[in-house]
Nanobody, 118 residues
Framework: QVQLVESGGGLVQPGGSLRLSCVAS????????MGWYRQAPGKQRELVAS???????NYADSVKGRFTISRDNAKKTVYLQMNSLKPEDTAVYYC????????????WGQGTQVTVSS
């Protein structure tokens, strides 16, 4: 059974930083596109950032220049470095994995709470 386990969430003041991690129990992690989504109360889940198997990255306009997604294939881990956090970044952040050869093969983590507040 595939598992995506997120960690690194918490409470941070505006302007602060957090780094989220997601460890995936995928046998061929390097062939998956990995992403981070978030869902705030009363809002739809939205894509924050993604990184392809080849290392290409994509960001939501709202986080460009503040967040950085990266991956370590040897550790089967994807990271989201979040800097200059704002209260509107408050949400549950979910790790997502999608096979590059079959978009129907995808998995979600359980989510980690990020709260930005003074």
């Amino acid at each position: 059974q595939v598992q995506l386990v997120e960690s690194g969430g918490g409470l941070v003041q505006p302007g602060g930083s957090l780094r989220l991690s997601c460890v995936a129990s995928l046998s061929v992690f390097s062939t998956y596109t990995m992403g981070w989504y978030r869902q705030a109360p009363g809002k739809q889940r939205e894509l924050v950032a993604s990184i392809s198997s080849g290392g290409s990255t994509n960001y939501a306009d709202s986080v460009k220049g503040r967040f950085t997604i990266s991956r370590d294939n040897a550790k089967k881990t994807v990271y989201l470095q979040m800097n200059s956090l704002k209260p509107e970044d408050t949400a549950v952040y979910y790790c997502y994995a999608e096979a590059s050869w079959n978009k129907a093969r995808n998995f979600w983590g359980q989510g980690t709470q990020v709260t930005v507040s003074s």
